[in-house]
């Protein structure tokens, strides 16, 4: 094999890009397996009464839906379309967590209808209209309440979501969570099962976790002793961390989890409550590292004693995330893995935005164009955030394992773009 070239799983990049064309999302079906393997043996095995799902708002296709789901783990979606695209998978709904802070009352109907194992429900608009739409087609509906911990976990602030001013989830001042409950215990057609806290995403520590669930876990004795309620089900969110650049570490599941289900079950013995189901939602963790964009190089411009950008043929069309909150990776020449890095260089895409760049004053080895750039860990929020902005064709997404590569999603054309259109 080319020592030259990049070779992912066994597949060598250049001739991928050559094979399939670029931009190209290439995904390592290995990367995937291993760390759906690690959750199950790290916590779904280790701890009884225990689930995961896999937030496909990630990177959802019909093929890593089925791929999840025959791992184990069961789906965390957001919208009627994640729960469309799962049911064509295959996947069983009771297997699904359905979330949002807007839901429709169409998608509402659609998770009532299709029988959603779980529906997180995040203000008293969706309980209501859960409640109207269960009693009109006779159905109980299992559903958790999502709450605003109101612990910072210190990251951006675009991916942060358990501080108390958020647009999700339901505060726990003032007797509001108390007063949504008592109204699901009087819904017929509701049934409800516990709670649900998401802190915020790329977490490197597990200490907001750790002081999320603690609040949970006072506001559980709290509910047991005020009203009655006992929580079944306690989900605690995803947002585990992965390696981008420099000194980033990748969880381990073991190092994050053991230390929350020890304080889990001292607290639970100290309160005397019942252990709930503990749920887990991996998403970023389980697809993003698993993940390469390949990309032509073409224009090169230097301004002496300032900045040589190079000219890639995608840009923030596949890969919104530099641009939306400031995003940084590491990138190669797939065809010159062999060469020395000796030049700086800022590689910029081709939409008509100056917030197009994709990785600022990186160290590559000389650029001609024609090369073949890998973008690494580009495997959550890229295919799934894409767009046609500049009316620029989404990507393919090809999966690769053990040299062997298959297609999971063609390349939109020009055509598929305005087919929709009259």
Request: glycine share 8%; net charge negative; proline share 3%.
């Amino acid at each position: 094999m080319n020592n030259k070239d990049f070779i992912f799983d066994g597949c060598n990049m250049t001739e991928i890009a050559a094979k399939y064309g670029t931009p190209l999302y290439v995904m390592s079906e290995s990367s995937i397996l291993k760390k759906c393997q690690e959750i199950k043996s790290d916590f779904l095995d280790k701890y009884p009464n225990t689930r995961a799902v896999f937030a496909s708002k990630a990177f959802q296709t019909l093929e890593i839906c089925r791929m999840v789901v025959q791992e184990g783990l069961g789906l965390d979606t957001v919208s009627g379309g994640e729960i469309y695209t799962a049911h064509k998978a295959g996947v069983p709904m009771e297997f699904l967590d359905f979330h949002g802070n807007n839901k429709t009352l169409e998608e509402i109907k659609m998770a009532v209808d299709y029988n959603v194992g779980r529906i997180v429900v995040d203000n008293l608009y969706e309980l209501e209209a859960l409640q109207e739409y269960a009693q009109k087609v006779n159905k109980k509906v299992k559903i958790l309440f999502r709450i605003t911990p109101g612990v910072d976990c210190h990251t951006h602030k675009f991916i942060t979501t358990g501080q108390l001013d958020s647009k999700f989830g339901i505060p726990l001042e003032n007797g509001i969570l108390k007063d949504f409950i008592r109204r699901a215990l009087d819904m017929e057609n509701i049934e409800l099962m516990g709670f649900h806290f998401h802190v915020g995403s790329q977490l490197a520590t597990n200490e907001s976790h750790l002081a999320a669930l603690n609040i949970a876990l006072d506001l559980m004795k709290d509910v047991k002793q005020t009203l009655g309620f006992e929580t079944k089900e306690l989900n605690i969110g995803g947002g585990f961390g992965i390696h981008y650049t420099g000194d980033d570490k990748t969880v381990k599941v073991s190092e994050f989890m053991d230390p929350i289900m020890n304080e889990l079950y001292a607290k639970c013995d100290q309160y005397q409550l019942a252990v709930p189901q503990i749920t887990i939602e991996p998403g970023r963790w389980i697809v993003g590292e698993a993940g390469v964009t390949l990309y032509t190089v073409g224009s090169i411009k230097e301004i002496p004693g300032i900045r040589k950008y190079i000219g890639v043929d995608g840009g923030m069309t596949d890969n919104i995330r530099p641009g939306l909150y400031g995003a940084k990776y590491q990138a190669v020449l797939a065809n010159k893995m062999n060469q020395a890095s000796k030049e700086k260089v800022t590689i910029a895409g081709k939409c008509c935005e100056s917030t197009d760049i994709l990785i600022y004053d990186m160290e590559l080895p000389e650029v001609e164009s024609g090369d073949t750039l890998a973008v690494f860990s580009t495997g959550a929020y890229c295919y799934s955030m894409s767009s046609n902005y500049n009316k620029i064709p989404r990507p393919a997404v090809v999966m690769v394992k053990d040299g062997k590569d298959r297609l999971i999603v063609k390349r939109e054309t020009y055509e598929d773009m305005i087919s929709r259109e009259i």
